[in-house]
């Protein structure tokens, strides 16, 4: 049986591949984020496809990783280029262009060598304001 990281690492080694099949995500899987809650494997291969589909060259990066039994949380950088159409709750984003540096951190569980469960967090502003479709926060314009 697998640990949380060797799942994990599966995970991210199977989002940078774009590769569905190579997820971990049970069936019964729930993935919580700034977008909405997506349950079921299918959901959340679905939310995934937004970003491969809008960030083809994206990658994700763990810093740092705490792993307490089927339990972790980590913290990372996500970074891709814009060049497709970026699926939003409010309509479709076209594409940009513009490269992006996303800071993330989530909390997982697992059980056996799936994931069931990710809590990810993002910040959303910062992440419009790289893609150009959304001012900066008052902190980040006083800053340049």
């Keep these: ?43 959340i291969l679905g939310f995934l496809k937004v970003y491969w589909d809008a960030f083809p060259d994206a990658r994700l990066e763990i810093a740092r990783l705490i792993e307490d039994g089927v339990f972790a949380a980590a913290e990372g950088m996500m970074t891709g280029t814009q060049t497709g159409g970026l699926q939003t709750p409010d309509g479709e984003i076209p594409p940009t262009g513009r490269s992006v540096e996303i800071r993330w951190a989530a909390l997982y569980e697992v059980r056996g060598d799936e994931l069931v469960s990710e809590h990810l967090h993002f910040d959303q502003v910062e992440f419009m304001t790289q893609l150009g479709v959304m001012s900066g926060a008052p902190a980040e314009q006083a800053a340049t």
């Excluded at 774009?18 to 909405?36: F, I, R, S």
């Design 1 to 43: 049986m697998a640990n949380a990281r060797q799942v994990i690492d599966r995970h991210v080694a199977a989002f940078q591949a774009k590769d569905p099949d190579a997820e971990p995500w049970a069936e019964n899987a729930e993935m919580v984020t700034p977008a909405g809650r997506f349950q079921g494997r299918e959901e």
